[in-house]
């Protein structure tokens, strides 16, 4: 019997970039919603299917949530499909540090056409958050509270106190709670 023990293998980690959005840019893509929400950092137009021309729009993405692709063909024979949620994975290469990203479980039948990976549908965990004007570099911790700052697009910040910089006073907070929710609230 060897006691070399095999080291333990790095746990891949699946995740995708998202982008927070205004509820009044949500309603311009026709999301009815009240509050800010994530969406996917790269669809946030209407497509169209290459195999069937069904037209698909941006889903939402939000932690505790299972989110399904709005359109998916089954058959791995439908390859113009672009259906599906598109998501990244630590074995192909390092976790990019992005403001929002979204960490993510798949779930049903999934596609992998190189480093580009789709499936059916994913759970978020949890979003991980760093601030827009801390150095993005890893040297900094993710923040689990802070404040939003933008028109649109809302760009997550620790403090206005650290950045006295910020031109202008946030008027939206954020909290992550102990159940991976992100939760906003007026200033
Ligand atoms: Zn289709
Ligand atoms: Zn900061």
């Known amino acids: ?18 982008k927070l959005v205004s509820p009044e840019r949500a309603k311009r893509l026709s999301l009815a919603i009240e509050t800010p929400v994530f969406i996917s950092y790269y ?4 497509r169209k299917c290459a195999n069937c021309d069904v037209v698909y729009g941006p889903l939402i ?10 359109h998916w063909h089954e058959d791995e024979d439908s390859k113009y499909c672009l259906g599906g949620v598109f998501y990244d994975s630590t074995d192909a ?3 990019p540090i992005y403001l929002w990203t979204a960490i993510l479980s798949p779930i ?3 596609r992998v056409h190189g480093s580009e990976r789709r499936a059916r549908g994913v759970l978020i965990d949890e979003i991980k958050i760093n601030c827009w004007l801390c150095p993005l570099d890893g040297t900094v911790d993710n ?17 206005p106190e650290i950045h006295p910089e910020l031109a202008y006073q946030p008027n939206l907070s954020f909290k992550v709670t102990e159940n991976n929710q992100v939760l906003f609230s007026q200033v």
């Open 61 to 70: 993405y939000q932690p505790s949530k299972v989110v399904l692709a709005e």
């Open 93 to 95: 290469k390092p976790m």
């Open 43 to 46: 669809q946030e137009q209407y």
């Open 1 to 18: 019997m060897s006691l070399v023990e095999a080291e333990p293998r790095p746990e891949i980690i699946y995740y995708k970039a998202v």
């Open 108 to 110: 049903g039948s999934m």
């Open 143 to 159: 923040i689990t509270e802070g404040f939003v700052v933008g028109n649109g697009d809302l760009t997550p910040i620790c403090s």
